[in-house]
Nanobody
Framework: EVRLVESGGGLVQPGGSLRLSCAASGFTFSSSPMTWVRQAPGKGLDWVSSINIFSTSTYADSVKGRFTISRDNAKNTLYLQLNSLKTDDTAKYYC???????????????WGQGTQVTVSS
């Protein structure tokens, strides 16, 4: 059974940092691309970043230079380092197995339950 569990969200001031984690189980983590997707209050899903099995990463323009995706295959864990946070980054952040498609939305086995990030002074 595929399981993805996010953690690390919280309340942070503008300009602050957080590191999100996603613990994966039930599949061969090292063989799967992984993705972070977020959903701001009252808005749709928004792709944030993906990382392939070679650890090559891609980012949305809105987070490029501020967020860093990484993976630790020995720990079956995906990370997202969030720096220079802005109020617009406030959202629920989801970890997803594979790449993001508009036709593949939570809840589903390939999505975690999400972790809330709130950026506010």
């Amino acid at each position: 059974e595929v399981r993805l569990v996010e953690s690390g969200g919280g309340l942070v001031q503008p300009g602050g940092s957080l590191r999100l984690s996603c613990a994966a189980s039930g599949f061969t983590f090292s063989s799967s691309p992984m993705t972070w997707v977020r959903q701001a209050p009252g808005k749709g899903l928004d792709w944030v970043s993906s990382i392939n099995i070679f650890s090559t990463s891609t980012y949305a323009d809105s987070v490029k230079g501020r967020f860093t995706i990484s993976r630790d295959n020995a720990k079956n864990t995906l990370y997202l380092q969030l720096n220079s946070l802005k109020t617009d980054d406030t959202a629920k952040y989801y970890c997803k197995r594979g790449y993001y498609s508009a036709y593949d939305t939570p809840p589903s086995p390939d999505w975690g339950q999400g972790t809330q990030v709130t950026v506010s002074s």
